[in-house]
Structure formats: structure tokens, C-alpha cells
């Protein structure tokens, strides 16, 4: 047997004329058959017969029109449907007024049924009715196919907009990885001594690590921001009554919790992971880390205590919520505990921040056994001595009443002030007002902790 292919619209077109042209034979073989019986229209049973016959011709005729006309409206408020985007007046106005002219035929031929004029010409009736229905159909079939290219146009511009999006994710990756991949300012370094160790030198490896700091808290932001974190909320979770000068300041809560959580147990040598050393010894691990690539050294050292510092510090600034949220599971931190280390940029940016903060430990501990860290305490008093303060912007908040009496406390500790045996190295703290303040002097009791 030979396979039946699949009718197509032509086809189904053509069906329908047929059967149009069918009815109208039919009728006139009606009429020809009642001519040749002698069937005429005085004669009263043969002469209803054929009232009936016309009477059901003209009503099959005005159903004809009145499925034409319900068919031309589809088709018009189609049109009107898609004059609306993009906006076109002239387009509207124009199915609008098809609209109405098919509803006015509407109502001439409902005029026409109750009162039973029927008086119609079939044959010519039944196929301009069938004309005008094909013709909608067909304007309708355009204004089908017209939507479909619109939605196909559309999602061609967003599949390209993505690619464009997966570009820039990949280059800025690549970025990413290229900058952790360099030792960057750590280079000054190259050259140094250890005899000719001091307090600047501590200094300048802890801006390299606040760099890091800030560089890790904006990709985390980033992240947060594309899992539709509510901002505010986290940084209520940080500091619930941190008073913001910015919006944008809530960063400085994040770089505060990163550091807080990064330089926990700064004042004991484990710290690194490394068991007791002299403090050349110290040096030379900060040296021999300072030239390694991080994401190499991991690999070839996976038992190093700059591993385990790694793996430990990780564990404890990331959530498993936060680590989920990210990227949809918990495979970095499944390998994290496993005793190895995820290569995404998200990690990286992590290992080379540990990096900084390591070896500023191995650094400080190479100048003195006395090593700690002390955080200013929420209510004190400004002091040059101990602060520097992160941002002037902060000391212009809105919210503070034209003349009421107001102070600028310590809002919370950023970075974390540094004793290097008896110099001190100022912490970063991010004053807010105090209206009426009450509190304790700096100099008045024990700020430091």
C-alpha cells in the first residue's frame, strides 16, 4: 500500500470550495427535478415542497454569511491584537473599523432571520460567503505566522544577549585567574632581608591582603546579587544595628566579616598551620609562599599547613546555605573536606585573600613572638592613635536632626588593629552618630579586646 501523505491547507481549501460548489448543484438539481415533474409553484402539496426547498436554501445561505462574518471579526481582532505592539494608530483604526462594519452585517442578518426575509440568492450567497471566510482565515493564518517570526526574533536577541553574558563571564574569569596567577605588589619583597625586617614592611603586605579583601567581597556581592539575595538582611545579620551613611557602604560589613573571620587565632602560631618555628623560619615560609603560585602550590603541597589554612578558613567564612545559593550544590566544599581544592574563580579569589593573610602572619611572626589583634569595641570614641576611620561619607548621614547634640562613636571594626610587639598598627572602623551619647571614653577604660 502506498503511504497517505499528510493533507495540506491548499488541499483542505480546495475540499471546502467543492463543497461549497456541491451545495449550490445540489440545489440546482432540486430545482430542475420539481421543473420536470411538473411541479409548479400553484400546486399546493408539490408547491410547498418547494418553498421548503428554498426556504432551507436561504437559511443555509444566511448561516453561510453569518459563520463569514463571526470569521472576519476573528481576523480583525487579530490585526487590532497586533497593531497594539508595536503601536500603530493607523493599524488600529482601520481593524476597528472592520470590526464594526462585520458586526453592523451581524446585525442585518439576525434583522433578516427574525424576520424571516430570506429572500437570498443561494448559490451566489454561498460561495462569497465562503470567499470572505477563506480570505479571514487567511489574514488570520498571516497574523499566526507574522506572531510566530516576532517570538522567534525575540528569542534570537535573548539567546545573544546570553552568549554576549557567557562572554563576559568568561573573560572576566580569565581575568580573575590571570591576576590571582600573578604575584603582583608582593614583588617588592623580592629583595628584602631579614635583618632589615620592620613595621613597614608588615604594613604594606596588609594592604596587599586588604586589596584581596576588597577584590573577594565584591565577586561575593556579585554573587549574592545573582542568587537575589536581599542585601540588607545579610548585612542586618552582620551588624543588626549598623547605622549606613550609603547603601553602597555595605560592603565595609562584608569586608568586616571576612576579615574578622579571616584573622581569627591571628595571635597564635598555629595560625598558619605550621608547628612552632624560630622566626627565621617564618621567613623563609612567608618567602617561599610569597613566589609560588597558590593554586600550583596547593596541588603539590595538599598536606602543607598553608593547605589545611586554606581548607579550615574556607569552611568557616562559607556557609554550606551561601556555598548552595552560589552555584546550585556543595561540590567545592564536598571537595574542600575531601582533602582537595575546587579551580573556579569563586575559590581562587578565596586561596589567593588566605594566601595575603598567611603570609602577613609568617611576616609578622618573622619581626616578633608577640603577635596579636585587637578589635575596637561598638560605642567608643574616635582616637587617631588606634582608628583611622574607612570613610568620610559616613560621618553625612541624612537621618541626623538639624541641631540635635551629636557625637561619631565607632560603628563597627572593619579591619582589625594589629600589635606587632610593642608597635601598634591602627585598626579601620566605620564611625556612626550617636545623639546624646552616654558612652565611655576610649581613654577612659579597656577599648580594646
Not at 467543492?18 to 445540489?26: D, T
Not at 614592611?201 to 554573587?223: D, G, N, P, T, W
Not at 593573610?357 to 619581626?367: A, K, R, T
Amino acid at each position: 500500500m502506498k503511504p497517505r501523505s499528510a493533507p495540506n491547507n491548499g488541499t483542505h481549501n480546495k475540499n471546502k470550495l467543492a463543497r461549497a460548489f456541491q451545495g449550490v448543484i445540489n440545489l440546482r438539481t432540486a430545482s430542475k427535478i420539481a421543473s420536470t415533474n411538473g411541479v409548479g409553484i400553484g400546486t399546493y402539496s408539490h408547491g410547498d415542497d418547494g418553498d421548503d426547498v428554498k426556504r432551507k436554501a436561504g437559511l443555509k445561505a444566511l448561516i453561510a454569511m453569518v459563520f463569514a462574518s463571526v470569521t472576519s471579526i476573528k481576523a480583525a481582532y487579530a490585526e487590532l491584537q497586533m497593531a497594539q505592539h508595536p503601536y500603530d494608530g493607523e493599524a488600529i483604526q482601520v481593524a476597528d473599523q472592520a470590526v464594526v462594519e462585520q458586526l453592523k452585517v451581524l446585525s442585518e442578518l439576525r434583522h433578516k432571520f427574525l424576520k424571516q426575509d430570506l429572500d437570498l440568492s443561494p448559490q451566489v450567497t454561498l460561495m462569497l460567503a465562503e470567499i470572505q471566510e477563506q480570505q479571514s482565515m487567511m489574514r488570520t493564518y498571516d497574523i499566526t505566522i507574522k506572531n510566530l517570526e516576532s517570538d522567534i526574533e525575540e528569542k534570537d536577541s535573548a539567546i545573544d544577549l546570553h552568549h554576549k553574558q557567557l562572554e563576559h563571564c568568561i573573560a572576566f574569569n580569565k581575568s580573575t585567574e590571570k591576576k590571582l596567577n600573578e604575584t603582583g605588589p608582593l614583588f617588592m619583597f623580592d629583595n628584602i632581608q631579614f635583618t632589615t625586617l620592620n613595621p613597614s614592611h608588615f604594613i604594606q603586605v596588609l594592604h596587599c591582603a586588604l586589596k584581596s579583601v576588597r577584590s573577594y567581597v565584591r565577586l561575593m556581592m556579585k554573587e549574592m546579587e545573582l542568587a537575589k539575595w536581599d542585601i540588607v538582611a545579610a548585612t542586618k545579620a552582620i551588624e543588626p544595628s549598623a547605622m549606613l551613611a550609603k547603601q553602597s557602604h555595605a560592603c565595609f560589613l562584608f569586608e568586616s566579616f571576612v576579615c574578622k573571620t579571616m584573622l581569627q587565632g591571628f595571635d597564635s602560631h598555629d595560625f598558619s598551620g605550621l608547628k612552632s618555628l624560630h622566626r627565621e623560619q617564618y621567613f623563609n615560609a612567608f618567602k617561599t609562599l610569597k613566589s609560588a603560585n597558590p593554586k600550583s602550590f596547593l596541588v603539590q603541597n595538599p598536606k602543607s599547613g598553608f593547605a589545611k589554612f586554606i581548607r579550615d578558613k574556607y569552611l568557616k567564612l562559607v556557609h554550606s546555605k551561601m556555598e548552595c545559593s552560589f552555584f546550585g550544590n556543595l561540590n567545592q566544599r564536598k571537595m574542600v573536606i575531601s582533602g582537595g581544592f575546587s579551580d573556579t574563580a569563586f575559590f581562587m579569589a578565596f586561596t589567593e585573600m588566605g594566601r595575603r593573610f598567611w603570609l602577613l602572619h609568617c611576616l609578622g611572626l618573622s619581626m616578633s613572638d608577640q603577635v596579636s589583634v585587637f578589635q575596637v569595641m561598638k560605642g567608643y570614641r574616635f582616637s587617631e592613635v588606634y582608628m583611622e576611620n574607612v570613610s568620610e561619607e559616613s560621618l553625612f548621614i541624612d537621618e541626623i536632626v538639624d541641631g540635635a547634640d551629636v557625637d561619631f562613636r565607632v560603628g563597627f571594626t572593619v579591619v582589625p588593629g594589629f600589635k606587632i610587639g610593642k608597635t601598634v598598627i591602627q585598626s579601620q572602623v566605620y564611625l556612626s552618630p550617636v545623639i546624646n551619647p552616654n558612652g565611655t571614653s576610649l581613654l577612659d577604660g579597656n577599648t580594646l579586646r
